[in-house]
């Protein structure tokens, strides 16, 4: 046989001669069926059989499916697996995913996880919604206490309005009963028989609380109550003159003592020094401060700031506080011991 006789009957000449086989192994796959290549080595497949690996069906010639039409479009990334890390291969039947944490799935699939937004935290407007409320929240009390306080401060301030004028009765009868049981000095004469109109008042201007006692006194009375007791020691005496010679004989006695007006106006305001009090002769009276004190009026009570120590009118002490309540008649102060002291509006 010739050579070129063997040559036609061969399948690689057959191809070598056919003028329509293309070159191109992609051409060939496009147009007519690929023919099967023998190997060298063995006859097993000259009959054109196509070698298939176990329980695949998978060609042995992976060039042939390389160069398929289905196989030139990459495998795209599916969705759910967005986040995890997943890199695609190049193989020979195309690009392939390979999942770095497949070999410890013993079923050698991709694992399943929930899809999260790249770069966004979970929850965050949940967050961000739960802090404003939070803080909302705690601005709002805040608001909410200072409103109650300033709505207390400021009923405290115009409720603890005290201001006026008032008469303290009690200190008044403790003011009649001194001058009742004490006497102009240098004389057995008491106070209680040439006084009279005498008051204890308070008086609250500007939350400043002001005590004055006064009483008013009258020369006259003083004389009176001398020329008496002098008639009374010589009675037995007066019938042996006449009215006018007996008159000049008590005036000479009065003079002589220092009895008379200026004596008197000097003897009564020396005295009445001794209480911490002035005597005006002009006016006719006495009068001195017996406490000052303070309103607090958010407290309810009174700071005594002043206090007359050489008067028997009060025991307050400086830097005592008192406690007021308001009245239907005035006010009412209570001291640390439950003593109380009525001022009653004029």
């Known amino acids: ?40 080595t063995s006859n097993q497949f000259s009959n054109g059989a196509v070698p298939q690996t176990p329980n695949t069906g998978v060609p042995q010639s992976s060039a042939n499916i390389a160069a398929s039409p289905q196989n030139t479009q990459p495998v795209q990334q599916p969705q759910s697996m967005a986040n995890q890390n997943v890199a695609p291969t190049t193989t020979a039947f195309g690009q392939a995913l390979v999942y770095p944490n497949a070999a410890g799935n013993n079923f050698g699939t991709a694992p399943t996880a929930t899809p999260v937004q790249a770069g966004v935290a979970p929850n965050a407007p949940q967050g961000k919604k739960r802090i404003k409320v939070i803080v909302g929240s705690i601005l709002g009390t805040i608001a909410a206490i200072f409103l109650i306080v300033g709505g207390v401060l400021l009923y405290r301030h115009f ?18 009963n001194n001058l009742k049981d004490t006497t102009l000095s240098e004389t057995d004469i008491s106070y209680s028989d040439f006084t009279d109109n005498s008051k204890v008042e308070a008086t609250i201007k500007d939350d400043v609380v002001k005590v ?41 006695y009065i003079v002589g003592n220092g009895f008379d007006e200026d004596g008197f106006d000097s003897t009564v305001s020396k005295s009445v020094e001794d209480n ?34 050489d008067s028997d009118l009060t025991d307050f002490e400086e830097g005592d506080e008192v406690s007021y309540k308001k009245t239907s008649s005035g006010l009412t102060l209570t001291d640390e011991d439950d003593n109380t002291i009525e001022f009653n509006l004029e």
């Open 276 to 309: 911490n009090f002035k005597y005006n002769s002009d006016q006719g009276q006495v009068s001195g401060t017996v406490f000052e004190g303070k309103v607090n009026r958010v407290s309810g009570k009174i700071e005594i700031t002043k206090v007359n120590a």
């Open 212 to 252: 004055n006692a006064s009483y008013n006194v009258d020369y006259d009375s003083f004389y009176d109550t001398v020329k008496s007791g002098y008639s009374d020691e010589n009675y037995t005496y007066k019938k042996n003159f006449s009215d006018d010679e007996w008159n000049y004989l008590i005036n000479s």
């Open 159 to 176: 409720s603890g309005n005290v201001n006026g004028a008032y008469q303290i009765n009690s200190l008044k009868k403790d003011l009649k």
């Open 1 to 40: 046989m010739s050579q070129e006789e063997y040559n036609s009957m061969s399948p690689r000449g057959a191809q070598a001669g056919s003028s329509n086989n293309p070159t191109n192994p992609s051409e060939a796959v496009s147009g007519a069926q690929p023919q099967p290549v023998a190997n060298p």
